[in-house]
Nanobody, 122 residues
Framework: QVQLVESGGGLVQAGGSLRLSCAASGRNFNNYAMGWFRQAPGNEREFIAFIMWNGVGTYYADSVKGRFTISRDNAKNMVYLQINSLKPEDTAVYYC???????????????WGQGTQVTVSS
């Protein structure tokens, strides 16, 4: 099993930046692809990005390309999401998740964190 804990969310003005962190514990973290998702009130959980187990391959939703960057540090069991040029529509709870294979599909992720709130003011 893998346990995930997100941090780094908060209230930020539009145009600002945040770096979200996801700390993983448990066995075989290095074997998992990691993803970031977000969910705004009343909306379904939305895929943002995933990163391959070795950190080499990444994939982003079209809506965030150029502003969001996913990375991981397997030595520290950490995954990060750098968010730049924040917009009010980025307001959501952000989740990290682990999957045996990389995918943009929510259903294929086995382990989830509790989420961290990001609120962007205009």
């Amino acid at each position: 099993q893998v346990q995930l804990v997100e941090s780094g969310g908060g209230l930020v003005q539009a145009g600002g930046s945040l770096r979200l962190s996801c700390a993983a514990s448990g066995r075989n973290f290095n074997n998992y692809a990691m993803g970031w998702f977000r969910q705004a009130p009343g909306n379904e959980r939305e895929f943002i990005a995933f990163i391959m187990w070795n950190g080499v391959g990444t994939y982003y939703a079209d809506s965030v390309k150029g502003r969001f960057t996913i990375s991981r540090d397997n030595a520290k069991n950490m995954v990060y999401l750098q968010i730049n040029s924040l917009k009010p529509e980025d307001t959501a709870v952000y989740y990290c998740a682990a999957a045996g294979r990389p995918s943009p599909r929510v259903a294929l992720y086995d382990y989830w964190g509790q989420g961290t709130q990001v609120t962007v003011s205009s």
